[in-house]
């Protein structure tokens, strides 16, 4: 669905983007994160056709977005500050969305007004609460039925069980039409719950593009008492990270992590403990790994 190769983009002299290459399957939902300042924002600016590359590739279903209409009647963009028309309501921007979107779904828009109880249609969209400006737009954007919806920070301002309902209208429309979900969040514990791929970038790149359940298949956090003393593992195995109190010791490992079990096992430990990471975990350890300066705050 989403083709990126070597994209880059410069502001002034500051290199925001450096050679970005990114790749997301139809009915993927992936999750693009990143500290503070990777470039997030900016590529999803390009991917949506908002700003023109310095250099690189941007494909969408096999076209160049850039300029094309074509392509952009078929996606659907939340952004992290939504716009509205100052004096609209939400149903002059139903009406200005069924303008742009030839294949919006009216029929769709009335039967989904149930989910939005607390949205006056006849109120100016500007003047309901932030969360509520969240909800009209994702009600838009559904039934503007786009084959790829792109999200920045989507829940933010959104209560827990809002967020919930939002996903799950999302995750039907993924299951039902292979929508594709691209989202940039911090949350995440959520992206955790919704994503099946997962981007890391960092300083205008993207440094690890996986599926989710790989990328969490590939690294473990291991507790391990020997009576040797501190643990060994053959070179294969990166060790991200060790500390120990008294003579446990405990180690962030990439690598399968059954074999590292079985690796370690052969030196008759007292205590050997494999547990599975979180995508918290992962984030922090994998940029622990760059220079981006990560404390022990995890162990
Ligand atoms: N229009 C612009 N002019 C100049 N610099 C910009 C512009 N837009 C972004 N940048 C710079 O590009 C870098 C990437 O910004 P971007 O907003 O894409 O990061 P982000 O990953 O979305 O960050 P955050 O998680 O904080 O939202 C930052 O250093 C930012 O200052």
Redesign the pocket.
């Known amino acids: 669905m989403i083709q990126v190769h070597n994209l880059k983009k410069k502001?002034?002299d500051?290199q925001?983007l450096n050679g970005v290459d990114m790749h997301v399957g139809k009915g993927d939902i992936y999750g693009l994160v990143?500290?503070?300042?990777?470039?997030?924002?900016?590529?999803i600016r390009h991917l949506t056709g908002v700003y023109k590359a310095d250099e690189g590739e941007i494909l969408i279903d096999g076209e160049p977005v850039f300029e094309n209409r074509n392509i952009k009647q078929k996606m659907a963009y939340i952004p992290?500050e939504l716009f509205y028309f100052m004096q609209a309501d939400t149903m002059e921007m139903k009406r200005f969305y069924e303008g742009i979107y030839p294949q919006f779904d009216s029929k769709l828009f009335y039967k989904m007004q149930e989910f939005f109880p607390t949205i006056d249609v006849k109120r100016t969209i500007r003047r309901l609460s932030k969360g509520m400006q969240k909800q009209v737009a994702f009600w838009l954007a559904i039934c503007c039925k786009p084959d790829l919806l792109i999200l920045d920070e989507p829940v933010d301002g959104l209560d827990p069980v809002m967020r919930r309902q939002i996903w799950s209208i999302l995750m039907a429309e993924v299951a039902e039409r292979k929508m594709t979900v691209l989202v940039?969040s911090?949350n995440l514990r959520e992206l955790e719950d919704t994503c099946d791929h997962v981007g890391i970038?960092h300083h205008?790149k993207i440094m690890i593009e996986r599926s989710l359940s790989n990328l969490q298949g590939n690294i473990s956090k291991i507790q391990v008492a020997c009576q040797n003393g501190v643990p060994k593992l053959p070179d294969d195995f990166e060790v991200l990270h060790m500390a120990n109190t008294g003579r446990v010791y405990t180690l962030i490992v990439k690598g399968d992590p059954k074999e590292a079990e079985k690796v370690l096992l052969t030196e008759n430990p007292t205590i050997v403990d494999v547990l599975p990471l979180t995508l918290e975990e992962i984030f922090i350890y994998e940029l622990g790994g760059v220079d981006y300066e990560v404390k022990d705050m995890l162990l």
């Open positions: 502001f002034d500051f925001a990143g500290p503070n300042g990777a470039g997030k924002s900016t590529l992290d940039s911090h970038m205008g």
